[in-house]
């Protein structure tokens, strides 16, 4: 039981310390990103028409996704729609099956893998 406890000790202080770390790296970013606000303020830009971009998630290795695309095209040929691709690949991979942003993100994935082999003729 000792050392169950002290592993989350452990554990918590190493979570805490990441936390910490971040929250710094955070306002560090806050206040870059309000300096560049400034300087475009200054030229007469409105720094609220500009959209945030977002950050690209990586969630399956190089190559995985057609790999996976491909063997479910030869082990269920009726799956034919993105939908149901991407339904197949979350339960593969043993993901959530019942988020809808998950399935929402793995469709348009399925989609443009799609559109990207069969533009090139694989």
């Known amino acids: 039981m000792k050392h169950v406890i002290s592993g989350l000790i452990k554990k918590r202080a190493r979570l805490a310390g990441e936390i910490t770390h971040r929250h710094r790296e955070l306002v560090e970013m806050e206040a870059e990103l309000s300096n560049i606000d400034g300087v475009l303020k200054a030229y007469g830009y409105d720094t609220a028409t500009i959209q945030d971009v977002g950050v690209y ?11 996976l695309i491909r063997q479910i095209g030869r082990e269920r040929p009726e799956l034919a729609d993105n939908v149901d691709i991407a339904r197949e690949i979350i339960a593969r991979k043993e993901w959530d099956v019942d988020s809808a942003f998950l399935l929402s993100v793995v469709r348009t994935r399925v989609k443009d893998a799609r559109k990207y082999y069969r533009r090139r003729g694989l």
Do not use: A, S, T
């Open 57 to 67: 998630n990586r969630m399956f290795k190089m190559k995985e996704l057609g790999r």
